[in-house]
């Protein structure tokens, strides 16, 4: 069985409005209302106790027949790694399936539609498009499963070496 782990959902598939759960507070906060005419091609959120490269906790899409709520906490495992960048920098998005034996058909990217891909790579490289001071950048390949948690691991590392960082400047300081 692949490993599982938890995604956070802040927007629900369709939805133009972009919604940011506070990681302080755990509330959820309209970030902004996309410019273009699209809404999220899945359910999106990040995946609990993880960094990305770019200092947020890590993207995920999750491809779920019935859209979910803000908030909504959802057992998943990975399929495949979008590779992204953005004005931060590196912007990730781990593409995932619930845990459930529903979705035991697909274990990989290769499982998933070209056309699903495609929506996805549309969406992210559009969604932008029309928002001043913002730019949209191409992405460059989907990968693998076993890369998607590889990243995923690696976030898992990023958080905690950020806290330990955190922890000891704050040491520093109580001294």
């Not at 906060?29 to 996309?34: A, E, G, Q, W």
């Not at 890590?58 to 399929?79: H, K, Q, T, W, Y």
């Not at 590779?83 to 499982?111: N, Q, T, W, Y």
Request: proline share 5%.
């Amino acid at each position: 069985m692949a490993e599982t782990f938890n995604v956070v959902v802040e927007i629900p598939r369709g939805s133009k409005n972009k919604y940011e759960v506070d990681q302080a507070s755990g509330r959820v906060f309209l970030d902004r209302t996309l410019f273009t005419s699209m809404g999220y091609p899945d359910d999106y959120g990040y995946i609990d106790g993880t960094l990305g490269e770019d200092g947020d906790p890590l993207d995920a899409l999750v491809m779920i027949p019935n859209s979910v709520f803000p908030g909504c906490i959802i057992e998943c495992r990975a399929v495949g790694l979008y590779h992204m960048v953005d004005e931060e920098g590196g912007d990730d998005k781990v593409l995932c399936v619930p845990a459930d034996v529903r979705f035991d058909d697909i274990k990989d990217i290769s499982d998933v539609s070209s056309y699903h891909k495609d929506e996805i790579k549309h969406f992210f490289e559009q969604y932008k498009a029309l928002e001043p001071g913002k730019e949209v950048m191409p992405g460059d390949y989907w990968a693998d499963a076993a890369t998607a948690n590889k990243e995923i691991e690696e976030a898992h590392e990023r958080l905690a070496k950020s806290l330990k960082a955190e922890e000891k400047r704050d040491e520093t300081l109580d001294m």
